[in-house]
C-alpha cells in the first residue's frame, strides 16, 4: 500500500508554487510585460497539480475506512 502522506506535501507544495506564479503573472502585467512564457509554467503547474490530486483521491478510495460499519455515539442495548 502505498503512503499518501507524501503525496499531500507534494500536493502542498505546488500549491504555494502556483500561488507564487499567479503573483508574479500579476506583478508582469501591471509592468506592461508579457506574461506568455509564464502563464504556460502556471498551465504546467496546473496540469501538475490535477495528477496529484487525482492520484491522491485515488490513493484515498483505495483504504480501508475504519470507521466502516461502526454506528456514530454507539449501540446501548
Given at each position: 500500500?502505498?503512503?499518501?502522506?507524501?503525496?499531500?506535501?507534494?500536493?502542498?507544495?505546488?500549491?504555494?508554487?502556483?500561488?507564487?506564479?499567479r503573483r508574479d503573472i500579476l506583478?508582469?502585467?501591471?509592468?506592461?510585460?508579457?506574461?506568455?512564457?509564464?502563464?504556460?509554467?502556471?498551465?504546467?503547474?496546473?496540469?501538475?497539480?490535477?495528477d496529484l490530486i487525482g492520484e491522491?483521491?485515488r490513493l484515498t478510495a483505495t483504504?480501508?475506512?475504519?470507521?466502516?460499519?461502526?454506528?456514530?455515539?454507539?449501540?446501548?442495548?
Open positions: 500500500m502505498a503512503d499518501i502522506a507524501p503525496v499531500r506535501a507534494e500536493i502542498d507544495r505546488t500549491r504555494k508554487l502556483v500561488d507564487r506564479q506583478t508582469l502585467q501591471l509592468s506592461g510585460i508579457s506574461t506568455a512564457d509564464a502563464e504556460c509554467v502556471l498551465a504546467r503547474q496546473l496540469a501538475r497539480l490535477d491522491r483521491n483504504r480501508p475506512n475504519p470507521m466502516q460499519g461502526k454506528v456514530l455515539g454507539g449501540r446501548r442495548w
